[in-house]
Nanobody
Framework: QVQLVESGGGLAQAGDSLRLSCAASGRTFSNYVMGWFRQAPGKEREFVALITRSGGSTRYVDSVKGRFTISRDNAKNTVYLQMNSLKPEDTAVYYC?????????????????WGQGTQVTVSS
């Protein structure tokens, strides 16, 4: 079992930056691929970014490439999402997720553990 707790969301204006954090507890953090997903009102949950166990590889949805950066600190059991040049369309609840699966996947159903989410609201 892995417990995930997100923080760092809030209100921002277009062009601003926010950094989300996700603190993990429970099993060995470095055994999990970590992902960030988001869900806007009335929309399905969407993959945003993932990072492999060692942090050596990342993947992003096209809409955030060049603006968002995912990173992890395995010593601190924490994964981060640095969000720059925020846009109103980035407004959503952001979720941290973990999967022990060996495959790198952007599919939400493949992630076994989820945080409670943190709201990010970007105004124009």
């Amino acid at each position: 079992q892995v417990q995930l707790v997100e923080s760092g969301g809030g209100l921002a204006q277009a062009g601003d930056s926010l950094r989300l954090s996700c603190a993990a507890s429970g099993r060995t953090f470095s055994n999990y691929v970590m992902g960030w997903f988001r869900q806007a009102p009335g929309k399905e949950r969407e993959f945003v970014a993932l990072i492999t166990r060692s942090g050596g590889s990342t993947r992003y949805v096209d809409s955030v490439k060049g603006r968002f950066t995912i990173s992890r600190d395995n010593a601190k059991n924490t994964v981060y999402l640095q969000m720059n040049s925020l846009k109103p369309e980035d407004t959503a609840v952001y979720y941290c997720a973990a999967t022990p699966r060996m495959v790198i996947t952007t599919t939400a159903n493949a992630y076994d553990y989820w945080g409670q989410g943190t709201q990010v609201t970007v105004s124009s």
